[in-house]
């Protein structure tokens, strides 16, 4: 199990990039300044933008759900792989959104989390905070050998 954990929270990193890398340019081509919330900007996208948005994070989902099934075997694999994969695809893809943009400015910046079923909005310490403990406590089981 340890090895795919690790090639799971490299995929989770890489998919995190990526998808950085898509709001960037989502976030340049809406005319989005750097600086500004997304929850102010969510209101200022065109329905047709918003709902291409939602279909990207139905398949960004999707994607997590596939690698999970593909990689365990059993549904208590399955949704350990599938939260340690979502843990660091979120808390990596802020990561990557501050390297390139340097964005959020803070921890306390409010984020429009998901869209799906509706918008989710916390501070982004939030999303931050509960992927860390999903990791450290996937992580903690494992070495402990209650999960192997």
Known sequence: MGTKLLILAIFGIAMAHFEG????YLRKALGMLDTDGNKESVEKIPKRFLQIEISREAATIVMLVAIALVTGSGWLE???????????WDLFYYLSLYILIKWPPKLT???VLFLIPVPWIAPVW????VSSVTILTIFILYISRIIS
């Open 126 to 129: 939030f999303p931050v905070g």
């Open 21 to 24: 890398v898509v709001v960037v």
């Open 109 to 111: 910046t409010i984020d």
């Open 78 to 88: 399955w949704i350990i792989y599938f939260l340690w994969t979502f843990a660091f």
